[in-house]
C-alpha cells in the first residue's frame, strides 16, 4: 500500500506537464518521474515489486485526481 504520496511539477512554470514523485511503500521511501503519456519512470534503484502493475494503477488514480481533475 502506497503511503504519504506527494507530488511536484518538474519544471519551474507548473503548466508544462511532468511531475516527480514519492511514496512510502514497505517503509522504504520510492521515488520516480509521472511523465505527460502516463509512463513512470522509477528512480529508487532495485525497485520492482511483484504488484508493480497495481502500484501504478494506484499512482496513475492519484495523479489523475490532483493533477487532472483540479
Do not use: A, C
Request: charged content about 25%; cysteine-free.
Amino acid at each position: 500500500m502506497i503511503q504519504h504520496f506527494q507530488y511536484k511539477s518538474l519544471y519551474m512554470n507548473e503548466n508544462l506537464p511532468g511531475w516527480s514523485f514519492s511514496f512510502y511503500y514497505q517503509k522504504q521511501m520510492i521515488t520516480g518521474i509521472y511523465h505527460p503519456d502516463g509512463r513512470i519512470e522509477w528512480k529508487t534503484e532495485g525497485f520492482s515489486p511483484d504488484n508493480e502493475d497495481e502500484i501504478k494503477k494506484q499512482i496513475h488514480e492519484i495523479m489523475l485526481f490532483h493533477v487532472y481533475d483540479k
